[in-house]
């Protein structure tokens, strides 16, 4: 197993532009989610989905939109881009959040800058 | 999201050396998980609990589930230079809860 995957590994966008942040688990997960991690801030949760075709807002999700077609893809797309958004962005997955099975796999991560 | 308190923000080590890390939070958490973050990577699950009281180890880390559910600790006995990186804490508020709020992570770095 592959595990979680990201792509691009990092990325430089100018302001106003768009994009999309794959990814991809080969673990059938039902749960998957986006994380954005800025320095002394820890990780904080932008949308997440508990199966396919559900998604939810998490606690920064303002400027980025989610949908999940698949169980195994989860791709997070930046509208207009803005400096502020400039971070490290994960992708996690689990089994059932629910269930107990809280180990969350998380990716390596895209790192994004906004000029 | 909840806001979990983890401290310190940053500790040196020097090898041998046994370290603790807190995390706590005006909330009640159905979950408390201990991870670990190597520079570059994402982060790792370390230790997860799931009991009010539990006492959990795993090789030289023992992370406890506080009695009023509103904290956590992470031991590392016998530090080696492989434990420098960032240590987060993460809870779960409730079963019904699909998200996790994340602590703002502890930096272990070795002491020159």
């Known amino acids: 197993n592959a595990g979680v995957t990201q792509t691009p590994k990092f990325q430089v966008l100018k302001t106003g532009q768009s994009m999309t942040l794959q990814c991809a688990q080969d673990m059938n997960h039902e749960y998957m989610s986006w994380y954005r991690q800025d320095p002394g801030m820890g990780l904080r949760l932008i949308h997440y989905s508990v199966g396919a075709g559900i998604t939810d807002q998490g606690e920064v999700p303002n400027g980025y939109n989610v949908s999940r077609s698949t169980t195994e893809d989860f791709p997070l797309r930046l509208l207009s881009a803005a400096p502020s958004q400039t971070s490290v962005y994960f992708c996690?997955?689990?089994?059932?959040?629910?269930?107990?099975?809280?180990?969350?796999?998380f990716g390596p991560g895209t790192r994004l800058t906004v000029l | 999201g909840q806001q979990l308190n983890q401290s310190p923000q940053s500790m040196f080590i020097q090898e041998g050396e046994d370290v603790s890390m807190n995390c706590t939070s005006s909330s009640i958490f159905n979950t408390w998980l201990w991870y670990k973050q190597d520079p570059g990577e994402g982060p790792v699950l370390l230790i997860a609990l799931y009991k009010a009281g539990e006492l959990t180890s795993n090789g030289r880390l023992t992370a406890q589930f506080g009695i009023t559910r509103k904290d956590s600790f992470l031991n590392i006995s016998a530090s080696i230079p492989s434990d420098v990186g960032i240590y987060f804490c993460?809870?779960?508020?409730?079963?019904?809860?699909?998200?996790?709020?994340f602590g703002a992570g502890t930096t272990v770095t070795v002491r020159a």
């Open positions: 996690a997955s689990s089994y059932d959040i629910l269930a107990g099975y809280n180990e969350q796999f």
């Open positions: 993460a809870g779960q508020l409730g079963s019904n809860d699909y998200k996790l709020s």
